[in-house]
Structure formats: C-alpha cells, structure tokens
C-alpha cells in the first residue's frame, strides 16, 4: 500500500513480529524513516511502541521480518550492533549513571583510554564539544550526573548518542519528563540534528507535539502498523485518533446490573492530594457501582488507587469508608475496613510468588483461620479450594507456587484473597494486564459480580475501552487532575483521548 | 517483557489445558529427581547425607573416640549456644533480614547477668532474676535494632553492625575489664548442668529453642507472615500486613535468643565476660545459610538450621579428634560453606526466577 523508496531511506521495517512466551507483541510492524527527518511514531500503551524501538536497538530480536539499513538486510544482534550501525537509542527511563561525571557518562562502555587509563582531559574536552553541539555548552563535563534536572540528563543521554557516529537517534517520550520550556529547547536540539542529516524517531502521545515538530507519522496499534509515512501536515486529528483506536473487538464487557437509586456511598474519596503527583481527587463510589479511571501511563491513576488505599500517605483530603474515615497512610487501617487492592504489578506488588496459591490466597486473613496464633491448615486449604472452585481457577491445586500460574489465574487468586477477606471497596489497578483475551472475559464478568455482591470497586486500566466497558461511571484523568466525571453510556475512547490529549498539551 | 519470558519459560501450564487437572500432571517438565532435590525435604536429605559422611569420617579417622555416647553429647553441647541464636537467626533471614549483632548481645547479656547475680544483694536473690535480666538485655537490644531497622529504615546489615560495635563496648564498660564469677549462684549452676535422661540441659534448651522455633515458623500466623515478608515484602504490606511491627518482632525475637544463650554460656563458663561470644554471629549465619535458608528470604527451614549447626559441630570434632589446627578448620568450613549455597543455586529454586 505504501510504496517504499529505497533509495533515500535510512532505515526500512517490513513486517517484523516479535512474540514473548506466546505473547505477540509486534504482528507485522511497517516502518520507512528517510535520512534528516523526524519521524513520529504514536500509538496507545500495548500498542507495541516500545517494543518495537527495542527490537530497533538490538535489545529484542525480532521473530521474523526484516530491517533494511541503508538499502542493506541487517540483522541487530545486540545493542553494540545498533550502535556500530549509527542507531542510538534514548530510553524514556533515563539511562545515566547518577554517581558518575557527564563525560563520565558520555563515554561509558567506550572509555577514551590508553593502556587501561583513562584520558580524562581529551573526555572532558569532546564532552564540551557535544555539549557546545547540543546548546548546552555551560554544563561543565566534570558535574556529577545526580545533580542534573531531567532536562539536563537528557541532553546528556543526547551527547552519548552523538559521541557515537550516529545516523539516527530514537527518543522515546523524551518530553513526559520535561516543562514547557524545556520541551521547546529539546525541539530546538531535534531541529539541529535533524539539519545535521540526523534522523529522528520521535515517540510520544502528545498529537500538539507531533505537529510542532513532526515530519511524518507512524502509527501503530495492537502490535500492528495501521498507517506508516503518513505527512504530519495534512492529516487530521480526528484521522490519528482513529487510526490509533479503531479495532474491532467482540463486546466482551458484560451489561451492568441497573444501580438502585438508594444504593449507599460506600467509598467517599474527598479532595484527596499526593504532593507532586495529583491534586484535589474526590470521588464517590456507591455500593455495586464500577466506577473507572481513565487516563495515560504517569497521569496520576494509579497513585490515586494506592493512596486511596493508604500504601501512599495523602498529603491532604480525605478518604472513607462506609461513613468511617481511614487513618492516612496506613494499609492496615483500610483492610480493616475492608478495602482492597489488586496492585499493578502483580508480580512485584501483588503475589509472594513461591509460595502457595493457597497461602496467596489467604495473606491478608490469615488470623481468621488461625486459633490462637496457630494456622488451622485445614480451614484455610477449605478456603482456597473453595475460590478455586468458584473462579475456575486453574490449575486447580491449593498447594501449586503462584510464580507458575498464568496471568489470568494469577489475577484470579488476587480478587479471591478480597473475597476471602471480605471486602466492602475493591481498588483494581491493571486488572488485566498480562491476561490473555479469553481470559479477560472471565475477569470483566467477575469483577462485574463482586459488584453485583455489594461492593464499590474502582478500576484502572491503561485500555480506555476497558475502562468505559467495564464501568458505569468513568472518570478521566491527565496530569493528576480529573477533568470529567461521566456515565460510561456518555463517553466513548475517542471522547476520553480527546480530553486527555487537550489536558496534558503543554 | 523479560519477565514474561521467564514465567513462560518455567509455566508448563496454559489456558487451554483441560479444565479440573489434578496437581501433579503440570509439574511433569522438571525431572523427579530435581523436584525431590529441590524441596526442602530433599534439601534437607542432603545435610543429613552430609552429616552422615562427617560422621564416617570421624568414626573412620578416631575409632576409639568419636562414636563413644560421651563425645557425641560433648558435640551437641557445643553445638547448643550457636544453635540458638542461629534460631533466632533462621526467622530474621528468612524475613530478609540479618542479624550481626548476637554474638555482642550474647556477650552484653551475660555481663549484665552476671552483674546481677554478683550484686551484694545476690545472695537474697533468686537465681532466676538473673536470668531474666540477661533474657531482658538481649529483648532490649534487638527491639533496638528493630526500631532503628523498621522504623528508622536503616539497613539491617548496618544497624545491627553497629550493634555488633556498641554492644560489645557496652559490655566491656559494665565488665570493666573483670571476669565476673557466677559461680556463688550454686542452685544455678546446678541448675545449668543438670542431666535429664542422660542429656545435658543446654542440650534441652538448644532443643525446645528449636522445637518452638519450628512451630512458630511452620504452625503460626506470625511464621505465615514472616515467609511472606521475606518472600515479597511489598505484597505483604499490600496485604495488610504490618511489615514494620512484624520486623520489629522478629528482631526481639533474636535478641531474645541472645539472651538465651548469655544465660547458657554462663551456665557452661560460670563467669561474665566482655568477650563471650565474640564471632559467633557468623558461626550462626553459615549454620543457617548452609541449612539452606536464603540470604535474600522468602525460604528456609529450622531443621536445616539445626543440622547445620551440627555440620560445623561435628566437623570441628572430627578435627580436632584427628590434632588438627583450628587454622585447617576454618579452611574447611569456608569450602563447605561455597559448596553449600554453589548446591543451593543449582538446585533451590525453580528455573527463572526474575530478580
């Protein structure tokens, strides 16, 4: 559909796919970036951004497909082979070494050095040079890095690109960390490059940044390209949005039972603050009400859920249960109310992974199956079993480590720890992240069920379909602010990405 | 991403496996013997083997001696004070944690006991009092370790070094250079070296230490909690667990075994001093590392403990059976204990753990 011109492409993508343990991340990725442009590529979480500019860096290797650099078939084994081809790579996640100097860093893993020692003068002065290069001649190379903004990392990150022999640097949301300001210095230090032959690859999901700084547009979705080369002029708006969301997914999402006009408040979340992070949320979640956070990676959604839950402490408002304000800051305090958390990262938040689904299972409610201090194995093996038995949980064994369960049955023994518990408030964050689509389908009616049973739950979800399918009231956040509180039936992806887009604008 | 790969690497299991499996179909991909090797059954069938070679050696090398009833209990109760602070230990690692400090509280314990019972009042003193003094010392120290650890959020390496340091200073403060002869409390004394059944009573209290340390561990809500804690410390606060307190707890707990054993080297040694204890923090943590519990928590046993403690026990026996140095020694037991976690990593863990 697009026709590629190989001669004066720098780098050209076809096809490439890449699957973890059965999970495709990419399935036939088209990407054609010309030599001296900036090339946007845009895309929702999972889209299979980032996995694609890993695959770029050498990091992955793709499972099929083929890269063409310079009009040549390249295989990137490892990240010195994306370097030595010219291909540098910043990660959003700032690779610097805080203890080290600038041309400390500058210069890692390619130390200038004669016989073991290293020549600090000679670093020093090209540190300067790339510096100079990148406008910010007045940082001395001899700073330490930890004392750097995220803007001045960043352009230290930039430097070690360039001390390369580049021919194309991929920045990946290289603006999420930066003000205004700064974000117009770092399109100042594109433009440069940029006019230095350098080509860019510029990822972000910012559209007003696009079109100050974008030549062309990549779109991916669903680990697929849906348009590639597209002109940043020219394309509207309304086009990208839809090119980003328009998939065509069986409705999963079970109906919501109608909600009882005198169903009572049971979470009550008032002008609640977390300094820095979000301000001034307040919610109400009524008793069998799904209510759902919408919003980005790093809008503030899952800091809300988790000092709501008190594993953040407030730094002010308030938050209660039932009527009963909960203690800041103390976890114990809200499971005693009876509100849970399913965490975000199951693995590292959620589950101790080598042991029992069965002692998983009863973590917070141990002392209930215990008489005086001592565990009543039988009593808390019958509860198990019984949530096995009543979620499908599969394999369907008490005594089988949770580390060898699949996503969906590891999210499974994660809501059956709060029905063992008891809950009043479910605090969901990612329910089904990692889950596999059949999967998902069991989570979305279970968690419909709990609902049904009596209890508020709130959800965060990264999949903005998710979360209006799910809920029946959404609430979209941006930057730690909730700028709507909608019925599910009133909004729609587009109108929530809109928001969100218009919100975070810099 | 990464982590993915690896749950898929070791995740025999998929969703399209015919629902209403029974257990033990899944975990078919790991060889038998490994499965065997890798529980702590197995793992402790390996110490026991370990155990078993020691002591065919020593029978092997001194005849005469080695297997006479009188050298084995002379064995065990040598092996009785490090046991029990490695008890005390075995909870705190298993948690995450580490606790250098008992040898210093040990030694601080059975200062302050002795003082007591040298008092001018001792004589109208039970003997019992001083017990609970040196039993109160080490409580005391180890809450202090815990606050500073799970209040002050200090790294329990550091915290407890620096009640390695102060302990011991304290200790030589209160002795004041003196070795304080308890042997005027007869009754306790007596008490101390009491033969039940043919066995000595540090013996019996290395024994109930360790009897208790395992209920707690395997049978409580407090041991639940413990493994919890080390095995992921984040979703046990998640969980509603109050991982501070709980550290704090288990911090007590190995001061309290501290205490314990200042009370049984004063028994043994009938004398106070600054220097009683002195390293026996590591003798505990290579016990209690080689029995198979994991420097970074989450998993470990009280039985592999014990028979760690009789590993080194016995292996300094057999030395010192056969004349040789305590330098050949400490040789020794620095390869066992590379040999011990080498073996543990081949064979403790499932594949693919993501770190």
């Given amino acids: 559909m697009i026709k590629v011109d190989h001669e004066s492409s720098l780098l050209d993508v076809r096809g490439v796919t890449k699957a973890f343990a059965g999970v495709r991340a990419l399935r036939g990725v088209d990407l054609t970036v010309r030599a001296g442009e900036v090339h946007c590529i845009l895309g929702q979480n999972g889209a299979g951004k980032s996995t694609l500019i890993k695959t770029l860096a050498g990091v992955h290797r793709p499972d099929d497909g083929e890269i063409r650099w310079g009009g040549e078939l390249v295989e990137i084994a490892d990240p010195d082979a994306g370097l030595a081809l010219g291909i540098a790579t910043m990660y959003q996640e700032l690779d610097v070494v805080d203890g080290l100097s600038i041309a400390e860093n500058i210069f890692l893993g390619h130390e200038l050095a004669r016989a073991g020692f290293t020549r600090r003068s000679e670093a020093a002065a090209r540190t300067r040079d790339l510096l100079t290069r990148l406008g910010h001649g007045s940082l001395s190379p001899n700073l330490e890095v930890g004392q750097l903004s995220a803007a001045n990392k960043q352009i230290v990150a930039m430097a070690r690109a360039l001390s390369h022999d580049v021919k194309l640097i991929i920045m990946d949301e290289p603006s999420a960390v930066l003000d205004a300001h700064e974000v117009q210095n770092l399109f100042g230090v594109v433009r440069e490059l940029t006019a230095a032959g350098i080509a860019v690859v510029y990822i972000t999901h910012r559209l007003e940044e696009i079109r100050q700084i974008g030549d062309r547009i990549t779109v991916l979705k669903d680990g697929r390209t849906t348009a590639t080369g597209l002109p940043v002029a020219g394309t509207s708006t309304a086009e990208l949005i839809h090119l980003m969301t328009g998939r065509e997914v069986a409705n999963v999402f079970p109906a919501p039972a109608p909600l009882p006009d005198d169903a009572p408040v049971v979470l009550d979340v008032d002008g609640l603050s977390l300094r820095g992070v979000f301000g001034d949320v307040s919610f109400r979640v009524r008793a069998g009400e799904v209510v759902g956070l919408a919003g980005l990676v790093g809008s503030g959604r899952s800091e809300i859920l988790e000092t709501v839950y008190g594993a953040r402490r407030a730094t002010s408002g308030s938050v209660s249960v039932s009527g009963r304000p909960l203690r800041r800051g103390s976890v114990v305090d809200a499971v005693s109310a009876g509100v849970g958390l399913s965490p975000e990262e199951r693995k590292s938040q959620g589950l101790v992974l080598d042991e029992s689904i069965a002692m998983n299972v009863t973590l917070p409610s141990i002392p209930e199956f215990a008489r005086g201090g001592f565990v009543d194995f039988r009593a808390e093996r019958a509860a198990a079993r019984a949530q096995i038995d009543a979620l499908e949980l599969r394999p369907a064994d008490p005594d089988r480590p949770a580390r060898t369960l699949s996503g969906g049955n590891q999210q499974k023994i994660l809501l059956a720890r709060w029905l063992v518990h008891g809950t009043r408030v479910l605090l969901l964050d990612e329910p089904t992240r990692g889950v596999d689509v059949g999967a998902r389908a069991e989570i979305y009616a279970l968690i419909r069920r709990l609902a049904a049973e009596g209890n508020a739950v709130v959800v965060v979800s990264s999949e903005i379909e998710e979360v209006i399918g799910l809920s029946d009231t959404v609430l979209v956040v941006a930057e730690g602010r909730i700028l709507s509180t909608l019925p599910s039936s009133q909004i729609d992806e587009h109108g929530v990405l809109d928001l969100v887009m218009k919100g975070t604008a810099a | ?355």
Wanted: proline share 2%.
């Fill in chain 2, 1 to 355: 991403m990464s982590e993915q790969t690896t749950t898929g690497a070791d995740t025999p299991l998929t969703p399209t496996e015919p629902p209403a499996t029974t257990s033990t179909l899944a975990a078919d991909a790991t060889p038998m013997w490994r499965r065997i090797l890798s529980g702590s059954v197995g793992r402790n069938l390996g110490l026991v083997l370990a155990l078993l070679v020691l002591v065919i050696v020593g029978a092997a090398t001194a005849p005469d001696t080695f297997l006479g009833l009188s050298n084995i209990m002379v064995i065990l109760r040598q092996a009785s004070i490090v046991g029990v602070i490695s008890i005390g230990m075995t909870l705190v690692i298993i948690a995450g944690g580490i606790d250098l400090s008992v040898g210093s509280v040990l030694g601080l314990a059975s200062v302050v006991g002795a003082l007591a019972a040298v008092q001018d009042l001792a004589d109208q003193t039970h003997w019992i009092v001083m017990v609970v003094v040196a039993m109160a010392v080490g409580v005391f120290a180890g809450l202090v370790n815990g606050i500073v650890i799970a209040y002050g959020n200090v790294v329990a390496f550091m915290a407890t070094l620096a009640m390695l340091v102060g302990a011991r200073g304290l200790a030589e403060i209160l002795a004041d250079r003196r070795t304080l002869q308890v042997g005027g409390q007869r009754d306790f004394i007596t008490f101390m070296n009491l033969d039940i059944l043919g066995v000595d009573m540090l013996i019996w209290i290395f024994l109930v230490v360790a009897v208790l340390g395992w209920v707690l561990l395997n049978r409580t809500t407090f041991g639940r909690r413990t493994v919890a804690i080390g095995g992921n410390r984040e979703a046990a606060r998640l969980a509603g667990i109050n991982v501070k307190r709980h550290v704090l707890y288990l911090y007590a707990l190995s001061g309290l075994c501290a205490g314990i054993a200042g009370v049984m080297i004063l028994g043994r040694t009938t004398a106070g001093t600054s220097v009683n204890g002195q390293l026996y923090e590591l003798d505990a943590i290579a016990a209690v590392v080689v029995g198979g519990t994991l420097l970074i928590g989450g998993r470990g046993t009280i039985t592999g403990t014990v028979l760690g403690v009789l590993i080194f026990q016995t292996l300094t026996n057999v030395f010192i059976q056969n004349n040789l140095t305590s330098s050949v020694q400490a040789v020794a037991k620095g390869v066992i204990i590379v040999v011990a976690v080498l073996l543990q990593q081949r064979f403790a863990r499932p594949s693919g753990r993501s770190s």
